[in-house]
């Protein structure tokens, strides 16, 4: 069993910074996937970003590539999203996910995930 939980949203104005973090507590496996979702109101939620915890390769959705970057601390067992130049259209609820068998032709699927932080909401004014 894995545990998740995110940390780090906020209210921000457009043009600015957030970084969140997401704490996981349980057995990480090397193979592991690590991804970051976001789910504004009255909308699917949507894939954002996604890490390997082995070597870390990253995968990022077109709407947030170059402005966003996802990290990890394999020691402390810690996934980061550092989030910059946002816009009002990211506002959501961000989740984070973890799954032990995603592949990258699968983690952009939410379906795929297995493990489920509560979510940060991350407001962004204009």
């Known amino acids: 069993q894995v545990q998740l939980v995110e940390s780090g949203g906020g209210l921000v104005q457009a043009g600015g910074s957030l970084r969140l973090s997401c704490a996981a507590s349980?057995?990480?496996?090397?193979?592991?996937?690590m991804g970051w979702f976001r789910q504004a109101p009255g909308k699917e939620r949507e894939f954002a970003a996604a890490?390997?915890?082995?070597?870390?390769?990253?995968y990022y959705a077109d709407s947030v590539k170059g402005r966003f970057t996802i990290s990890r601390d394999n020691v402390k067992n810690t996934m980061y999203l550092q989030m910059n130049s946002l816009k009002p259209e990211d506002t959501a609820v961000y989740y984070c996910a973890a799954e032990r068998f995603a592949t990258p032709a699968t983690m952009r699927q939410k379906d795929m995930y297995n493990y489920w932080g509560q979510g940060t909401q991350v407001t962004v004014s204009s």
């Open positions: 890490i390997t915890w082995r070597d870390g390769s990253t």
């Open positions: 349980g057995r990480i496996f090397s193979s592991y996937v």
